[in-house]
């Protein structure tokens, strides 16, 4: 069955710093990978997709996420991180079948001024 | 706003009763979705449509669970006698068909039970 772990419960960078949140994935065949952010009272939103080509994918509000087949990873990151950063991050994976989203259970992002 | 939309955004209701939440998906997507949220944790899978057709029920869906989707528009989530554990965040969302589109999600319904 199609699953990801997100090892992390919470992570705190400070303003400006790089910060990477991480996914680990373990699926039968091609993952298809996303990250998705809640921010509070607001539905989640879709950050950036993984289904083929570059290892490296960019994404909204300037996060990337590099795809590791071999380590089964997929972290998501950005350069210099912002206080409006500051979220609950979700990683997913396609389920099989290819309909329905397989969710983490999340890491909430604490950025600090 | 071309969006995903809920109705209603807050619903409290006594342990018991039964209640109706509604889904309008974006305009020209054919799937829709519904999740169910507890506070910590990521969305939780409930059941699926393509067009009006449901496809898939997780087994979290109990028989007082129902979802419909008529028209292959908007979609119903009603759940008969709630119970204390119903409360959660219910969200719905859509998406293009194909293997690799990701969902949007409406805002959700926050169910209090009572």
């Known amino acids: 069955a199609q699953s990801v772990a997100q090892p992390e419960d919470q992570v705190n960078v400070a303003e400006g710093n790089p910060l990477t949140v991480k996914c680990t994935y373990s699926?039968?065949?091609?993952?298809?990978l996303f990250w998705y952010v809640q921010y509070p009272n607001r539905g989640l939103q879709f950050l950036l997709k993984y289904i083929t080509g570059d290892n490296l994918v960019k994404g909204s509000y300037g996060f990337e996420a590099e795809f590791n087949k071999s380590q089964t990873s997929f972290h998501l990151k950005k350069p210099s991180a912002l206080v409006s950063d500051s979220a609950l991050y979700f990683c997913?994976?396609?389920?099989?079948?290819?309909?329905?989203?397989?969710f983490g259970a999340g890491t909430r992002l604490f950025v600090k001024a | 706003d071309t969006g995903v939309s809920q109705d209603p955004r807050h619903k409290i209701t006594k342990r018991g009763q039964n209640v109706t939440f509604r889904c309008d998906p974006i305009s020209e997507h054919n799937r829709l979705y519904w999740y169910r949220q507890t506070l910590g944790q990521g969305p939780e899978f409930l059941t699926y449509?393509?067009?009006?057709?449901?496809?898939?029920k997780s087994r979290l869906l109990s028989d007082r669970f129902s979802a419909e989707r008529p028209k292959g528009s908007f979609s119903t989530l009603e759940i008969q006698r709630t119970e204390q554990g119903d409360s959660a965040m219910y969200l719905c969302?859509?998406?293009?068909?194909?293997?690799?589109?990701?969902?949007?999600f409406g805002q959700g319904t926050r169910l209090t039970v009572v």
């Open positions: 997913a994976v396609l389920g099989t079948g290819g309909f329905k989203t397989i």
């Open positions: 449509f393509q067009n009006e057709a449901q496809l898939e």
């Open positions: 699926v039968s065949g091609n993952p298809y």
């Open positions: 969302a859509s998406s293009k068909g194909g293997m690799n589109t990701e969902a949007f």
